[in-house]
């Protein structure tokens, strides 16, 4: 095993995958050689494989996936770089109503095996136009996958995954999980889609997390070990597919649960999870079901702002602490 970066994780992923096969390729605003990307994923990737391979684009986030889900049904396997979440806004069309739709309206006879990268997230003072986390609005398109990796092992083989996979892939990164550290084998390996994964054994309550809030919520977890409350934290890994048998099986043990994202709370990926639960293993709560999301407001500009907003460990812990 070695110690490497999210960041650097994904980078491995993108080597080595272009390694592989010839028909990957990376396209986005600014990824080449001028900057190398917005957070410094694709850095150094222009030296190696040319910008035939690594191709940077105009300032047109529907002409890149335009552009992409038109490689990919004539058999290339682009990774297309959105530079902030946000900006998918701009190619709803061409994410929604064309790559995620093509393979069925076609009768199966066109595949769309494309890879849209992007960052979502707050914490950094980029005020409510670059902050948002609409991990949500991708999940209610049929036809896209939807990946959301916290840890550098899981982005480096669920980014390997993706890439190998015929359908178009939404892989969610989080802006501050860039820099964080992980051990990861030195060999080539893959996550599979659809497999959570518990991140620590409890038996008092389930804390469901993605992305960073899986971190907030392990931070969390070992507070409330101190005050006699174990909670297991389970990270479903994506969220199309979502395991949601490892879900009912984690709730069903603990009879309790609290779901953490930092979408806004309403119509988010805590309400599916709770759904799922309410559905699946209602007759095994103990406790009412509980949520922590970002309230359903713009995230703010102002430092002290945006950090009232956003969920963390203190705010999972006093959710834990009102069903415990």
């Not at 990926?269 to 103990?286: Q, R, S």
């Amino acid at each position: 095993m070695k110690e490497v970066t999210y960041r650097d994780a994904l980078r491995e992923a993108l080597v080595e995958e272009m390694q592989r096969d010839e028909s990957v390729f990376i396209l986005g605003e600014d990824v080449g050689r001028y900057w190398e990307g917005a957070f410094k994923v694709t850095k150094g990737l222009a030296e190696i494989f040319g910008e035939e391979r690594v191709r940077d684009t105009p300032i047109s986030e529907s002409a890149i996936i335009g552009a992409a889900v038109g490689a990919a049904i004539t058999g290339m396997r682009p990774i297309a770089e959105i530079m902030f979440g946000d900006l998918t806004t701009l190619a709803m069309d061409q994410i929604v109503n064309q790559a995620a739709k093509i393979h069925y309206m076609f009768g199966g006879q066109a595949s769309v095996p494309l890879v849209i990268r992007t960052p979502f997230g707050g914490g950094v003072n980029i005020a409510a136009h670059h902050s948002q986390s609409l991990e949500a609005w991708f999940m209610h398109a049929p036809g896209l996958l939807v990946v959301a990796p916290s840890t550098p092992y899981d982005a480096k083989g669920l980014l390997k995954t993706a890439i190998r996979d015929d359908n178009p892939v939404f892989f969610c990164e989080h802006k501050l999980l860039y820099p964080i550290k992980g051990a990861i084998p030195e060999e080539t390996y893959t996550v599979p889609l659809g497999s959570a994964r518990v991140v620590r054994e409890g038996a008092d309550i389930t804390i469901i997390a993605t992305m960073l809030m899986v971190h907030e919520a392990v931070n969390a977890a070992d507070a409330l070990e101190k005050e006699g409350v174990s909670a297991e934290v389970l990270d479903p890994r994506t969220l199309i597919p979502l395991d949601t048998d490892a879900i009912v099986t984690s709730v069903k043990k603990t009879g309790r649960a609290v779901v953490v994202c930092e979408g806004c709370k309403t119509a988010g990926v805590g309400a599916e999870i709770v759904a799922v639960i309410a559905e699946e293993a209602i007759d095994y709560l103990d406790a009412p079901l509980t949520r922590v999301a970002t309230p359903d407001t713009p995230i703010p500009f102002s430092p002290p702002l945006e950090k009232e907003v956003l969920p963390n460990r203190d705010t999972i812990i006093k959710a834990v602490r009102t069903i415990t």
